[in-house]
């Protein structure tokens, strides 16, 4: 598993610098061609939105993966041993309900989109809500990885001599 998660999240990052940078190169031409030329571009502003809806998620995904977003942390230096490891576990498997919901219903709606066509670029909405079924699926497969490195650290011989609270 760690090691597509390895290829996914490296994906990620590549896909995320490339739109991030190819959505400045489309709004800076929009504003150039807006008030400079006079004649903006009718697809830009579609087009900026939809690689931000992109970045957004797999940004969310990318975050998981490397532990970087905002959690409260309070509590959990405040546990130790294995009550801070089954707190753990309880909020990977909240996160990952949470994230399967969100990939179901995001699955449904997207798949719903598949006859409507975007305004300005005339290409299924599906490829802009189909964002949320993926990010959410790789949401998954991180914290999947997270339980099994927190389970594998858990049973190690190393962890168990340092137990410090309660048999």
Sequence with gaps: MQKINDVTSRLCKVLIMVMVLLMTLVIFAQVIMRYVFLAPFAWAEEVGRYLLIWISSLGAAYAVRYGMHISVIFISQKLKGYTAFAVGMVIHLMVIAFSFVC?????????????????????????????????????????????????????????????????
């Design 103 to 167: 990939f179901a219903e995001g699955l449904h709606l997207s798949l719903r989109q598949w006859d409507q066509l975007s305004a300005a670029l005339r290409v299924p909405m599906f490829f802009a809500y189909v964002a949320v079924p993926f990010s959410f699926a790789l949401i998954i497969m991180y914290t999947l990885e997270h339980m099994a490195k927190g389970v594998a650290s858990q049973m190690s011989p190393k962890s168990r001599l340092g137990k410090e609270d309660g048999p």
